[in-house]
């Protein structure tokens, strides 16, 4: 299994449109952190930022799947706020072709 971090959101389900709620990534620091849109989180424990380049974008993966069966991703910008922290975009993407 491996380390990852949680994303406070609530999503509906494109499929079913029940609540989704918990989901994870492994784009961030991966230190079992609770991140949440709109607030900044450390840069310098992210690994090697370059990785956070998603379709030339400087983003954020989160996946969940819900009680339906769809796996719903999403993606949220990761705005640099100083050097070494950035800002979880409040702006996400569902994406319809996960992965």
Same mark, same amino acid.
């Given at each position: 299994m491996g380390t990852y971090d949680h994303v406070e959101i609530e999503?509906?389900?494109p499929k079913c449109?029940?609540?989704?709620s918990d989901f994870q990534t492994k784009d961030g620091p991966r230190q079992f952190l609770y991140l !949440?849109?709109?607030l900044p989180f450390d840069l310098s424990y992210m690994n090697?930022?370059?990785d956070y380049y998603h379709n030339r974008e400087f983003c954020l993966v989160a996946?969940?799947?819900c009680e339906c069966g769809r796996e719903i991703v999403i993606r949220f910008p990761l705005i640099?706020?100083?050097c070494?922290?950035?800002l979880l975009g409040s702006k996400y993407e569902i994406l319809e072709?996960? !992965?």
């Amino acid at each position: 299994m491996g380390t990852y971090d949680h994303v406070e959101i609530e999503i509906e389900c494109p499929k079913c449109g029940k609540i989704v709620s918990d989901f994870q990534t492994k784009d961030g620091p991966r230190q079992f952190l609770y991140l !949440r849109p709109g607030l900044p989180f450390d840069l310098s424990y992210m690994n090697n930022p370059n990785d956070y380049y998603h379709n030339r974008e400087f983003c954020l993966v989160a996946y969940d799947y819900c009680e339906c069966g769809r796996e719903i991703v999403i993606r949220f910008p990761l705005i640099p706020v100083t050097c070494n922290k950035v800002l979880l975009g409040s702006k996400y993407e569902i994406l319809e072709d996960p !992965r």
